[in-house]
């Protein structure tokens, strides 16, 4: 493993793609692996790009990939897709992809559909993103559709945050999925070229300036209106949220949002904000985990059966849920 860990930190593509399918297939194998490739982690820049279904996340991020490969910097792309283990727009992706970015050696992408198991999908999502932050790739795009916990998710897993918005998937300020401004870095108005963009963006802008007088909660950080800083910054860390346009099958825009996505990693390195993400990110990493040991403790500790009277009991009201935990305690102690 040593031997694949080494070849892998030299870029040799097989090494990078075995050491992803053994932390991808279960936690034991990434518990193997992730412990001997740590110390070298915590060089990549984690970029997110979530947005709605078809808003052109899969187009952005490759647009943003030959941008990067522009630049010289060496990119990794992994793909979530949460919805489905076969279909979907991840592959869709990938195909667009393949024609434009085969062959390059400072590329790397990567699909991960979902294993069905709660958890487990942003789980296999972090261990890969460490492989490949091991293998020395400056910048990770991670691609991850819009759909309930997973772009929270993402946001948990990135340095920056892309929110991809698209014209005519509801204006209004009050359509506007809530909880954006939670999480995003950056807002991308996509599809700049279709009616009704500037529109779309004047309704992300109102919506900023809105999120500005109320009370708003950021990566975590809840603030009140008076620490929000005069220069019109939502964050402690001073950072305003910009709108970006782009035209992702056009390219158009997109050596502008690079720049505004370079700018906000400066910003992080330069704040305390790289750090203060880490710690967030590792925190709930260490809370994912304990609670994924937990219950892999607790089914091996209490037989199916007992489990199965256990909630009987709670149903019927012979027992409580509380009284049920203590007891579920006992025998995962003895
Ligand atoms: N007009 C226009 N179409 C675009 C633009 N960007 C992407 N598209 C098209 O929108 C469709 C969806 O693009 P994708 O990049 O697959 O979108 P996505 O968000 O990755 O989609 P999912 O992964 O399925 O959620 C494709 O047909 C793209 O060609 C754009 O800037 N303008
Ligand atoms: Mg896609």
Redesign the pocket.
């Known amino acids: 493993m040593q031997d694949l860990i080494e070849q892998a930190r030299n870029g040799r593509p097989r090494a990078i793609a075995r050491l992803i399918t053994k932390v991808e297939n279960s936690r034991s194998g990434a518990a193997k692996i992730v412990p001997a490739l740590y110390k070298f982690t915590g060089q990549a820049h984690i970029v997110g790009i979530t ?12 647009e943003l990939a030959k941008a990067l490969r522009r630049r010289d910097h060496k990119v990794a792309i992994v ?1 979530v ?1 949460p919805s489905s283990p076969f279909t ?3 592959l ?2 990938d195909r ?1 992809r393949m024609r434009d970015l085969s062959g390059d050696k400072g590329i790397f992408i990567r699909s991960l559909a979902s294993r069905g198991s709660l958890g487990g999908l942003s789980q296999a999502t972090a261990a890969v993103i460490k492989v490949l932050d091991a293998a020395k790739f400056d910048t990770i795009l991670v ?1 991850t ?2 759909a309930g916990q997973a772009e929270v998710d993402i946001a948990g897993a990135a340095h920056t945050t892309l929110v ?1 918005e ?1 014209p005519g998937m509801g204006d209004d300020v009050q359509s506007i999925k809530a909880g954006i401004l939670e999480i995003a870095d950056i807002l991308v108005v ?5 009616p009704g963009a500037a529109r779309t963006v004047r309704s992300l802008q109102t919506m900023l300036q809105l999120g500005q007088t109320m009370m708003v909660n950021h990566h975590g950080r809840s603030m009140q209106t008076a620490s929000i800083a005069p220069n019109g910054s939502n964050d402690a860390d001073n950072w305003e949220i910009p709108v970006q346009e ?5 390219g ?1 825009g997109i050596e502008d949002l690079l720049d505004v996505i370079l700018v906000h990693k400066d910003h992080l390195r330069a704040t305390n904000g790289w750090l203060t993400q880490e710690k967030l990110r590792s925190r709930r990493e260490i809370e994912a985990l304990l609670q994924a040991r937990f219950m892999e403790r607790f089914q091996t500790a209490v037989s199916q059966d007992d489990r199965d009277q256990l909630i009987t009991s709670v149903a019927n009201r012979t027992t409580d849920p509380y009284t049920a935990v203590a007891e579920i305690f006992n025998q995962i102690k003895t």
């Open positions: 947005g709605a279904p078809g808003s052109g996340k899969s187009s952005l991020v490759n793909a897709d979907g727009g991840a869709l992706g667009v691609e559709v819009g991809i698209a996509n599809k700049a070229d279709r782009t035209v992702a099958i056009e158009a």
